[in-house]
């Protein structure tokens, strides 16, 4: 039976960024993901877009407030500046906030066509959508307005007088907007590429160590293929989705395997996070169950979204690098070292994921009997995902393949031997691209040597220890 899937009306933006607070329920050693409970305290959060409308609603709040309360019960209290000069100062600040909201979008949108057109489009929402842009909007918003309220408490009724307290309000209000202007414009040095791709590499080794190095993989065993089985077998329950394309974001593996433990059966998802799912795809089978399980609660396993996200995907911040690279590599940019640059990052994450045990798509309860299957990437479409395309179309710079190169033979060096198939594998490929695109025998030889910066500083290889 087919169900339709809804997803969450907020766009999961918080997740992406930095590591998880310590509220957050680890994972258990068990279960190679956590727990989407997470989901349910990100959703009371106010998205960024509501940020200025609170500051605007609190400061609404205290204008019709203070004002009145002061000049009631603290009549003697006033500041001494004249009418005139306190009219001119409140009406200045509330027109140079407009100046400065105006600063505030034309930021914006620079940060979304730079990080568009030369990043990744995927990109674009790390910047336009970050929370100090929305902060500096609602400080300047929230000053415009107490600015104009407290012009009209001045001189109230021909009392001659200018309110004390709220003076110093709109001066605390406009030191913090100067304040916020200068986090804003510091914002745009994050947009360098230097600062882009370490932010990226950073994402990725957080994903890898809460997917991986965090957790203990339940490997199947070698004479059961579980996939096999479930050809040959039909399953008791399919979980289906209907509706416009969707991308999985995430999974609650905990649930499930509570689930499939509740129905003695296996639980197999036929979709990786970060595949896309379409009409009638059947999201994932219940085979061997004695029970039908609720599908609201099946379905509130599986977190959908609009495009992939770093939770639970460390395939995402490659894909994010391989992106950049071979943006830069394309002709109206040509920019090779960036590419160089990025292929610094997806080396450290590739280095950090030869020393892991990939097979977690396969989890098992507490008493050791296998509850839930899912798709994973292998070390080879990892080395794949890292090089094939950066490959292609970097093969006419002889400062990529060189570092490519390098790149390889490293890891050659450290990856244990089942992995090293893969890489030799690539490298065969990097040197039939060599060939083919560097038909002089010198150039040939020039682009096949081994060089970390690409063009460098050239690794030798010499015979004995030094």
Same mark, same amino acid.
């Given at each position: 039976?087919?169900?339709? %899937? ?28 956590? &727990? ?10 106010? /998205? ?32 001494? !500046? ?14 140079? !906030? ?9 930021? &914006?949108?620079? !940060? ?18 970050? /929370? ?80 991986? #190095? ?5 490997? #199947? ?37 509570? !689930? ?60 994010? #690098? ?23 990052? %997806? ?49 006419? &710079? ?69």
């Amino acid at each position: 039976m087919a169900l339709l %899937i809804r997803r969450s009306n907020r766009k999961p933006k918080g997740e992406d960024r930095g590591e998880l607070p310590s509220f957050f329920p680890r994972p258990s050693s068990r279960f190679p993901f956590p &727990s989407l409970k997470r989901s349910a305290i990100a959703r009371s959060v106010l /998205p960024v877009w509501m940020i200025p409308l609170a500051y605007v609603a609190a400061t609404i709040a205290l204008a019709f407030t203070l004002p009145p309360l002061e000049y009631r019960f603290l009549p003697g209290l006033t500041h001494a !500046m004249t009418i005139s000069s306190a009219v001119a100062i409140f009406s200045s600040i509330a027109s140079g !906030m407009i100046a400065l909201t105006g600063i505030v979008f034309s930021i &914006s949108f620079v !940060m979304v066509q730079f990080s568009s057109s030369a990043y990744s489009p995927r990109l674009v929402s790390w910047f336009s959508e970050s /929370p100090i842009v929305f902060h500096s909007l609602g400080l300047f918003s929230a000053t415009f307005i107490y600015a104009l309220v407290v012009i009209g408490w001045v001189d109230r009724n021909g009392s001659g007088k200018v309110p004390f307290i709220s003076t110093w309000v709109v001066v605390f209000l406009l030191i913090t907007s100067v304040f916020a202007l200068v986090l804003l414009i510091r914002g745009v040095s994050e947009l360098q590429v230097s600062r882009v791709l370490r932010l990226i590499g950073h994402r990725g080794r957080e994903a890898i160590r809460e997917v991986y #190095l965090e957790n203990e993989a339940a490997v #199947l065993d070698k004479e059961v293929d579980l996939f096999v089985l479930a050809e040959n077998m039909p399953p008791s329950q399919t979980l289906g989705f209907s509706g416009r394309p969707l991308v999985i974001e995430s999974i609650d593996t905990r649930s499930l395997v509570r !689930m499939a433990k509740e129905a003695e059966g296996v639980i197999v998802l036929r979709y990786a996070v970060g595949d896309a799912v379409m009409e009638g795809s059947p999201l994932l089978q219940l085979f061997g169950g004695k029970k039908r399980l609720a599908e609201s609660h099946l379905a509130g396993a599986i977190k959908l979204g609009e495009e992939r996200t770093f939770e639970q995907d460390p395939r995402y911040p490659i894909r994010l #690098l391989v992106d950049i690279a071979i943006k830069a590599l394309s002709p109206s940019i040509n920019d090779p070292t960036t590419a160089v640059q990025a292929i610094d990052q %997806i080396e450290d994450l590739l280095r950090r994921l030869a020393t892991c045990n990939l097979e977690v798509g396969s989890v098992r309860d507490e008493h050791g009997t296998l509850r839930l299957v899912f798709p994973t990437p292998d070390w080879r479409d990892y080395v794949s995902l890292a090089f094939d395309e950066i490959s292609f179309y970097g093969a006419s &710079s002889l400062q990529v393949v060189r570092k490519l190169r390098s790149a390889l033979d490293d890891l050659l060096e450290i990856g244990p031997p089942p992995k090293k198939e893969a890489l030799l594998s690539c490298l065969e490929h990097l040197d039939h691209i060599v060939n083919r695109y560097f038909t002089g025998e010198h150039d040939r030889n020039r682009a096949k040597q081994t060089d970390r910066q690409g063009l460098g500083l050239t690794m030798r290889r010499r015979s004995g220890p030094f």
